[in-house]
């Protein structure tokens, strides 16, 4: 079954500062990967998405992600992070491209800027 | 982008009664919609995949019994909390995306439930 780690659960940065956020997944397919965004109180909004091709994915936000098969990886970086970027990050994982496919979440990193 | 909306934002019931979500996309239209659980501070939890015109298929460990999903057109999906209690407090979030193959999930705004 396809599964989702993120292994940080709180990363506190300096606005200003270049950010990383780490990403791991299980599947035994091609996977179909996933960054979102959710601001306290929120619904979910994409940040970027690869399910094929070049595996530098640029985002909204300034925001990118490469995909490494090797390292079954997808982290999600930003060259320089803004306060209003302080939010909890999900990584995750679909089975399909299909809009029937189901998606499912790592347990989120929680983003704190420093000022 | 696709929009999808959820109705009511917030919503307190007393113990023991019912309480219904409604899903909507809103400029578009889904075969497919997903509801998710999300408990404090901790992930999004795959409840069950809503199929217009068919019986929803829930994740292992959701009761069908208790989380009603009804998926009556292309562009309403409805889940009906039943016989709430303390413990199905939660924010309920759904989520759609047009028909087809290469489209992104669209997830509407959540719906956060109190059960007193």
């Known amino acids: 079954a396809q599964s989702v780690t993120q292994p940080d659960i709180h990363i506190t940065v300096s606005e200003g500062a270049s950010l990383e956020l780490r990403c791991n997944y299980s599947y035994g397919a091609t996977p179909y990967l996933f960054w979102y965004v959710q601001s306290p109180g929120q619904g979910l909004q994409l940040l970027l998405k690869y399910f094929s091709g070049d595996t530098l994915v640029q985002g909204i936000k300034g925001f990118e992600a490469e995909f490494k098969r090797s390292q079954s990886s997808f982290n999600l970086r930003k060259p320089s992070v803004h306060w209003s970027d302080a939010a909890e990050y999900f990584c995750?994982?679909?089975?399909?491209?299909?809009?029937?496919?189901?998606?499912?979440f790592g347990s989120g990193t929680r983003l704190s800027i420093r000022p | 982008g696709a929009v999808v909306s959820q109705h009511p934002s917030r919503v307190i019931c007393k113990s023991g009664t019912s309480v219904k979500i409604e899903c909507r996309s809103l400029?578009?239209?889904?075969?497919?919609m997903f509801w998710y659980r999300q408990f404090p501070k901790k992930s999004l939890m795959l409840m069950a995949t809503s199929n217009e015109g068919s019986k929803a298929t829930y994740e292992q460990g959701v009761e069908k019994d208790k989380f009603l999903i009804n998926h009556a057109s292309l562009t309403l999906s409805t889940l009906t909390v039943t016989s709430a209690h303390p413990e199905d407090s939660s924010f309920y979030i759904c989520?759609?995306?047009?028909?087809?193959?290469?489209?992104?999930?669209?997830f509407g705004p959540g719906t956060r439930l109190l059960v007193l």
């Open positions: 995750a994982v679909a089975s399909g491209d299909s809009s029937a496919s189901k998606i499912i």
């Open positions: 400029d578009f239209q889904a075969t497919t």
């Open positions: 989520s759609a995306s047009p028909s087809g193959i290469g489209e992104t999930q669209y």
